[in-house]
């Protein structure tokens, strides 16, 4: 097959993920630390997580699906992968075959997994406040869970990345859930509530977004790195003359005779509108601003300042998350999610 260069790319910078998973297992003390890698590794590519994070020493994962476990398959020996939706209808014929555990959501959830009759372990997501999944804990407490081989007892926190009362209200509720339902380990905190402290961490801490480069918390400023740096190649560099415009509806004239460099960028690229006013990018430590609106698949940038910039040169694309997050209206979560397939994925 023809190998055809992608003219842009994901550089994906491996140290600074563990280093992230390194920093976000020392918050939780003696819990141990695993990794959220639905949608795709939040669109880093879930099995080049796994497989960086596994090697250090990285031992439960969570995905939402089972096709999202299935695309995981064969898994190393010693990882465990929890399916975070759990035993629907539809998926039964997956969560038998696949080395993989159902988090059971719903009594019909744990009524469909003790009819599959195999006696093997689950886990199971409570819910104490957050009304997504779960079983409630009048459920829980009332025999639903009786006689089940419990691996995690889960449940979830609404309002970690916020100082809000709900956090300990959800402690209490997830301590004394754990006082009376018997599973082999007990696991709240995503990202931000890792950051909450040691007390939300109970054996096993779920982080996701922070693993990626996400700041979920104040916490976690100055301690987590950036791990994607997008890329794109230049495609045009074109002299503006005074007065002339810029892109769809012209939103952006040049002021004086502007050097503008089009790159191979756009909103199919999960690179959305958004970031016109306030995104950028750099290039030989240029910095160049976007100017006017962002297309399909190009953005304009002001390149005044780079002097020799030319066709086929590679623009580094601001996208510290929080800082985008702040200017663009978009959440962390969605920059890296929103990420398109058109990206090569460049690990380093
Ligand atoms: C996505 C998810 C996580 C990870 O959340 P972050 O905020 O990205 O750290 C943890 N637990 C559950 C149940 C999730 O759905």
């Given at each position: 097959?023809?190998?055809?260069?992608?003219?842009?790319?994901?550089?994906?910078?491996?140290?600074?993920?563990?280093?992230?998973w390194?920093?976000?297992?020392?918050?939780?003390c003696?819990?141990?630390?695993?990794?959220?890698?639905?949608?795709?590794?939040?669109?880093?590519?879930?099995?080049?997580?796994?497989?960086?994070?596994?090697?250090?020493g990285?031992?439960?994962?969570?995905?939402?699906?089972?096709?999202?476990?299935?695309?995981?398959?064969?898994?190393?020996?010693?990882?465990?992968?929890?399916?975070?939706?759990?035993?629907?209808a539809?998926?039964m014929?997956?969560?038998?075959?696949?080395p993989?555990?159902?988090?059971?959501?719903?009594?019909?959830?744990?009524?469909?997994?003790?009819?599959?009759?195999?006696g093997?372990?689950c886990?199971v997501?409570?819910?104490t406040?957050?009304?997504?999944l779960?079983?409630?804990?009048?459920?829980?407490?009332?025999?639903?869970?009786?006689?089940?081989?419990?691996?995690?007892?889960?449940?979830?926190?609404?309002?970690?990345?916020?100082?809000?009362?709900?956090?300990?209200?959800?402690?209490a509720?997830?301590?004394?859930?754990?006082?009376?339902?018997?599973?082999?380990?007990?696991?709240?905190?995503?990202?931000?509530?890792?950051?909450?402290?040691?007390d939300?961490?109970?054996d096993?801490?779920?982080?996701g977004i922070a693993?990626?480069?996400?700041t979920?918390?104040?916490?976690?400023?100055?301690?987590?790195?950036?791990?994607?740096?997008?890329?794109?190649?230049?495609?045009?560099?074109?002299?503006?003359?005074?007065?002339?415009?810029?892109?769809?509806?012209?939103?952006?004239?040049?002021?004086?005779a502007?050097?503008?460099?089009?790159?191979?960028?756009?909103?199919?690229?999960?690179?959305?509108?958004?970031?016109?006013?306030?995104?950028?990018?750099?290039?030989?430590?240029c910095?160049?601003?976007?100017?006017?609106?962002?297309?399909?698949?190009?953005?304009?940038?002001?390149?005044?300042?780079?002097?020799?910039?030319?066709?086929?040169?590679?623009?580094?694309?601001?996208?510290?998350?929080?800082?985008?997050?702040a200017?663009?209206g978009?959440?962390?979560?969605e920059l890296?999610?929103?990420?398109?397939?058109?990206f090569?994925?460049?690990?380093?």
């Amino acid at each position: 097959m023809m190998i055809v260069p992608s003219p842009l790319r994901l550089r994906l910078d491996s140290a600074a993920l563990v280093a992230n998973w390194r920093w976000l297992a020392a918050q939780g003390c003696a819990a141990a630390c695993g990794a959220a890698i639905k949608a795709d590794g939040y669109g880093l590519g879930a099995r080049a997580v796994m497989e960086r994070l596994a090697a250090a020493g990285c031992r439960d994962f969570f995905v939402a699906s089972w096709a999202e476990a299935a695309a995981l398959m064969p898994l190393a020996g010693q990882v465990s992968l929890s399916v975070l939706h759990g035993a629907g209808a539809d998926d039964m014929v997956a969560a038998r075959t696949l080395p993989a555990r159902p988090v059971l959501n719903s009594v019909e959830q744990v009524q469909r997994w003790r009819e599959a009759g195999e006696g093997r372990p689950c886990d199971v997501m409570i819910d104490t406040g957050m009304n997504r999944l779960g079983l409630r804990v009048e459920e829980a407490m009332s025999g639903a869970l009786d006689g089940l081989t419990i691996e995690i007892l889960l449940s979830h926190l609404a309002s970690a990345d916020e100082d809000s009362d709900q956090n300990a209200a959800q402690l209490a509720a997830f301590r004394s859930i754990r006082e009376r339902i018997r599973a082999r380990r007990y696991s709240l905190a995503n990202s931000a509530g890792v950051c909450l402290g040691a007390d939300y961490a109970f054996d096993l801490t779920r982080p996701g977004i922070a693993l990626y480069g996400g700041t979920p918390r104040r916490e976690a400023e100055g301690q987590i790195r950036q791990v994607v740096h997008p890329e794109a190649r230049v495609l045009q560099v074109r002299t503006v003359r005074a007065g002339e415009s810029v892109g769809y509806g012209a939103t952006w004239a040049a002021p004086r005779a502007t050097r503008v460099a089009i790159a191979n960028l756009g909103y199919a690229d999960g690179y959305l509108r958004c970031h016109a006013g306030t995104g950028g990018a750099t290039w030989q430590g240029c910095v160049l601003p976007l100017i006017g609106r962002v297309s399909m698949d190009l953005t304009a940038f002001d390149a005044s300042d780079a002097d020799g910039i030319g066709e086929g040169d590679w623009l580094g694309i601001d996208y510290d998350l929080p800082a985008r997050a702040a200017a663009s209206g978009l959440s962390q979560y969605e920059l890296l999610t929103g990420l398109g397939a058109r990206f090569a994925r460049d690990w380093r």
